[in-house]
């Protein structure tokens, strides 16, 4: 979604670019408009995105409490998105789903399934260290919205970065030549 964000309102910004620019692209623009617009309706009055695909709203049939993968992906589209065109109507959806990942990090700098002091009513029985636990991947994919919100000109609070980069650090610091994804 996010790559093809330029269908949504993009023109070829270069002097004397061909007008067919626009009518390649524009092939892109129903289906771009129509995601974005399923992104929006997701997403939940605090930002969260994907945390309510369950059920019959989920054809997949797949476990939706790890929905952070769901928001952080979201995150990045609508980010992207709003970076590229501009697109004022963007902006607040934009915002929204980033506070909520700034208010889903974990103290020590990652990201995980859940956002930080939440866990479905079966994870709750997990034991301390699957309860806290903090995944590089989804941390990954959060680092690239939060870049992308920045230049949105998005508010994106300025300590998280250095957190993250503790995180990752702490991560790569292992005597264990094996490597490690999840802390």
């Given amino acids: 979604l996010c ?12 002097p004397g670019s061909a007008p067919e620019y626009q009518t390649r692209h524009a ?20 930002g969260a995105i994907g945390r309510r695909c369950r059920g019959k709203e989920d054809p997949m049939q797949e476990d939706p409490e790890g929905y952070m993968y769901n928001h952080v992906i979201a995150t990045l589209a609508l980010c992207d998105a709003y970076a590229t065109t501009g697109d004022p ?8 789903a ?7 990090q974990d103290p020590r700098g990652g990201w995980d399934y859940y956002k930080a002091g939440h866990l479905p009513e079966d994870g709750k029985k997990a034991d ?8 590089l991947s989804i941390t990954g994919w959060a ?11 998005l508010k994106v609070p300025p300590d998280m970065r250095a957190r993250t980069r503790r995180f990752v650090e702490h991560m790569e ?11």
């Fill in 98 to 104: 980033v506070d909520f990942l700034a208010a889903a």
């Fill in 27 to 46: 092939k892109y623009r129903e289906t771009v408009a129509r995601a974005l617009a399923y992104l929006q309706r997701r997403q939940d009055p605090d």
């Fill in 173 to 183: 610091r292992g005597t264990d030549p094996e490597p490690r994804y999840a802390e």
């Fill in 89 to 96: 109507a963007l902006q607040a959806p934009a915002q929204r």
């Fill in 3 to 14: 790559f093809f964000a330029s269908a949504y309102t993009h023109v070829d910004p270069r």
């Fill in 143 to 153: 680092v690239m919205a939060l870049k992308v919100a920045q230049m949105a000109d």
């Fill in 128 to 135: 301390e260290r699957n309860r806290y636990r903090i995944d």
